[in-house]
């Protein structure tokens, strides 16, 4: 005579399934938890490298311009450096843009450490505005007009600041000299040793004088 199950070793077979399901469903949301992770660090770290990136392009390309200044007759450069904002001028080749001068301006929002921000900038994550417009009157440098322009927004993992450097000299959250560009640029985080971004900028081209000219003939 075949024999049934009991009720007991039914509810116990019960139990020990439901045991079995919740460790596998369990291991499984920890499994799909940790790769979500894993997605959200490598998305994190591409946008930082493609926003490095598009710091990099666009500060390789400045163009040490100079414009008459309103008194004394002094030249005054066209570029403005500060810990938050960076306003300076850049050469496009064309394609998908017009070709030509391009102002630029390179603004750090969001975060804690942005002290000049509002209350709602500083809570909101870190963003790169990053803003341009073609320039064909130098003297509209630095105007608050943005209506013929585009402008990107760039997420950042870490609050970041502009550093600024002379060829010898160590770096300062805001460029004084009125006359020269700075050597070096810098996008560096609180706390940390090595700056995130490093680039040299382009140097103004020397004029020649007739000696020079004539001594490259000869040679």
Request: glycine share 6%; proline share 4%; charged share 20%.
């Amino acid at each position: 005579m075949n024999r049934g199950f009991t009720l007991t070793e039914m509810l116990i077979a019960l139990a020990l399934t439901a045991v079995a399901i919740t460790i596998i469903s369990e291991g499984v949301r920890h499994t799909l938890n940790f790769q979500q992770q894993l997605k959200s660090v490598r998305e994190e770290r591409e946008t930082q490298s493609v926003t490095m990136e598009a710091i990099r392009n666009r500060l390789e390309h400045l163009v040490p311009a100079t414009r008459a200044a309103e008194t004394n007759g002094e030249e005054e450069i066209l570029f403005d450096g500060q810990a938050h904002r960076l306003t300076f001028l850049a050469a496009d080749p064309g394609y998908p843009s017009a070709a030509g001068v391009y102002e630029y301006t390179l603004e750090l929002i969001g975060g804690d450490d942005d002290s000049d921000a509002s209350s709602e900038e500083a809570a909101a994550l870190p963003q790169l505005i990053l803003s341009r417009r073609l320039l064909t009157d130098l003297t509209e440098f630095a105007q608050p007009s943005r209506e013929d322009g585009g402008s990107w927004v760039l997420a950042l993992s870490h609050p970041l600041s502009f550093g600024y450097a002379a060829a010898a000299g160590s770096s300062s959250s805001e460029w004084q000299d009125t006359a020269t560009y700075p050597a070096l640029i810098t996008l560096e985080e609180d706390g940390v040793e090595h700056a995130a971004l490093t680039v040299l900028l382009p140097r103004a081209r020397q004029e020649e004088t007739p000696e020079q000219a004539g001594q490259e003939t000869t040679q």
